[in-house]
């Protein structure tokens, strides 16, 4: 099965892109959530952004994001059903350097990955601009309730992940700020990436 992560900082739309590919493409994808919006949901506990120990604990709340994400990934890989083609990740491995700079590659080595084997996991990364970057004046009005970045951490956490991800041979880098416009690239990027995928089978 292929694997497509959807990055982006803060307010980028990652969440309801992924629930819309997962409608437009019914049966063809399985979406993996963001692990660290459903930590949250289960009530691990977040410090007042003043906190004088807030950096500690974005590093505790890493090490508990990974070893979640690899094993929501493989457990979906291994539970989807063979007409199942793509998966779409909300988020991936190395979005942890994008909240601790430089975290990324002591988690990794803790769970028998590298930087570079968890660039391979994806086959495509396609990035989100947030609109903290790409419309400041929408940030934080619509999206998920369980963010609580101010807009200048918003537009930290967008260039951390653009350098996250930035060794990936295969990344698209989406800067739009109109809601339809954004969408309707992203579904006709999957869209062609599957019909590659039918293409290839075909070739075989």
């Not at 739009?176 to 954004?182: G, V, Y």
Request: hydrophobic letters at 40%.
């Amino acid at each position: 099965m292929k694997k497509i992560v959807l990055t982006g900082g803060s307010c980028s739309g990652k969440t309801s892109i992924a629930y819309l590919l997962e409608q437009a493409f019914p049966g063809e994808v399985v979406v993996v959530k963001e692990v660290a919006t459903t930590l949250l949901k289960g009530d691990f506990p977040v410090p007042p952004a003043d906190h004088a120990d807030f950096e500690t604990w974005q590093t505790y709340f890493e090490q508990a994001i990974l070893p979640v994400q690899i094993a929501l990934e493989d457990a979906h890989a291994m539970l989807a059903g063979p007409e199942v083609k793509l998966m779409i990740c909300d988020r991936g491995l190395l979005d942890v350097d994008a909240y601790v700079p430089g975290c990324s590659a002591e988690i990794l080595q803790r769970h028998g990955l590298t930087s570079t084997s968890a660039l391979d996991r994806y086959d495509l990364v396609i990035h989100l601009v947030s609109l903290a970057v790409a419309d400041p004046e929408k940030y934080g009005q619509i999206g998920n309730e369980y963010r609580f970045e101010t807009l200048e951490r918003a537009t930290q956490l967008e260039h951390r992940c653009q350098v996250a991800w930035q060794k990936h041979p295969n990344r698209i880098i989406i800067d739009e700020a109109d809601w339809s416009k954004k969408t309707n690239q992203v579904i006709e990027l999957v869209r062609e990436f599957l019909a590659r995928l039918d293409s290839a089978k075909l070739d075989k």
